[in-house]
């Protein structure tokens, strides 16, 4: 079963805007991360944040964690065309597997 | 990181065959799995793939189905078995090392008619 449920499910926007994903999760975790896919391809990993981190920056993606709510939220700045894809989360729990979230599909209009 | 190739990249089968994916890695890892994603999906673990031993497979996934082989420490293999359109999906190879961060290779599309 999966561990992230993410939302929204899908989001459209302009290019230059802010997108915002969430993540919730159901169990304790040893970290958490998130990965993008272009088009049915490999999976991308974008960013690792730790269950004792709050928050961590790549770029233009920031990441944060909250632990006490179970849920984690990637924003990207300054969208662009490029950026168009499927974002999941992922959760470590430990024993080394890693459960991904159903995703959120991202379409940036140019 | 870790470069992951699969073959093959995709593949259209019959209903009823069988289809062995391989997946590579350019230096040894700790952790082999593989994943499947169905269409318009998230991903799914299939199972652990463990060195000189049988693979750890997840609720609803079994050896008859997807059996796994794991010669040494950088290749796997996977088999879909006795396929039906509803294995039609992507399946994805990923490692991990003594790390955290969990790699992906570019995964292998298949369609089953």
């Known amino acids: 079963s999966q561990q992230g449920e993410e939302d929204p499910q899908a989001l459209s926007i302009q290019e230059g805007e802010n997108a915002t994903m969430n993540c919730s999760y159901k169990?304790?975790?040893?970290?958490l991360q998130w990965y993008r896919q272009n088009s049915g391809r490999g999976l991308v990993h974008l960013i690792l944040i730790r269950s004792n981190e709050r928050e961590k920056h790549s770029g233009r993606l920031r990441v944060t964690l909250d632990t006490s709510k179970k849920s984690s939220s990637l924003l990207i700045t300054a969208s662009r065309a490029a950026d168009t894809a499927s974002y999941f989360c992922?959760?470590?729990?430990?024993?080394?597997?890693?459960?991904f979230g159903a995703g959120t599909r991202l379409f940036v209009k140019a | 990181s870790a470069v992951i190739s699969q073959k093959p990249s995709r593949d259209i089968c019959q209903r009823g065959t069988s289809l062995t994916i391989q997946c590579q890695v350019d230096?040894?890892?700790?952790?082999m799995f593989w994943y499947r994603q169905q269409p318009g999906q998230s991903l799914t673990l299939i199972a652990t793939a463990n060195q000189g031993s049988e693979a750890t497979y997840e609720s609803g996934f079994v050896i008859d189905k997807f059996p796994i082989s794991r010669p040494n420490l950088t290749f796997s293999t996977l088999t879909v078995s006795n396929m039906s359109p509803e294995d039609s999906s992507i399946y994805l190879c990923s490692v991990r090392r003594e790390g955290e961060t969990q790699y992906f290779g570019p995964g292998t599309r298949l369609l089953v008619l």
């Open positions: 230096s040894q890892v700790t952790m």
């Open positions: 992922a959760t470590d729990t430990g024993g080394f597997k890693t459960i």
């Open positions: 169990t304790s975790i040893n970290n």
